[in-house]
């Protein structure tokens, strides 16, 4: 069983920043794309941004240069660094990770989500 814990969601007013963190822990094996979803009210969950084991990175266009993914591959932690926030920003940001564990291999999780809320 593998578990995500997200943190770092939280109000901020438009042209601030947040960072959001979700850390991976279980019987992991090996830990393949790692990305950050969201789900604003009354629209379907879309893709923000996901980074592969390699190093490649895909974000959303409505996110490019504002948004910034990282990983550390050493604390199974993705990282997702928000500036200029927007309140078309606001959403339930979720976290979402590919791996494989001593039990199944390529299987995908989701975090339980995290509030951000863009308002002055």
């Known amino acids: 069983q593998v578990q995500l814990v997200e943190s770092g969601g939280g109000l901020v007013q438009p042209g601030g920043s947040l960072r959001l963190s979700c850390a991976a822990s279980?019987?992991?094996?090996?830990?393949?794309?790692m990305g950050w979803y969201r789900q604003a009210p009354g629209k379907q969950r879309e893709l923000v941004a996901s980074?592969?084991?390699?190093?490649?990175?895909n974000y959303a266009d409505s996110v490019k240069g504002r948004f910034s993914i990282s990983r550390d591959n050493t604390k199974n932690t993705v990282y997702l660094q928000m500036n200029s926030l927007k309140p078309e920003d606001t959403a339930v940001y979720y976290c979402n990770v590919l791996v494989s564990t001593i039990a199944t291999m390529f299987r995908d999780y989701w975090g339980q989500g995290t509030q951000v809320t863009v308002s002055s």
């Open positions: 279980g019987n992991i094996f090996s830990i393949y794309d």
């Open positions: 980074m592969t084991s390699g190093g490649a990175i």
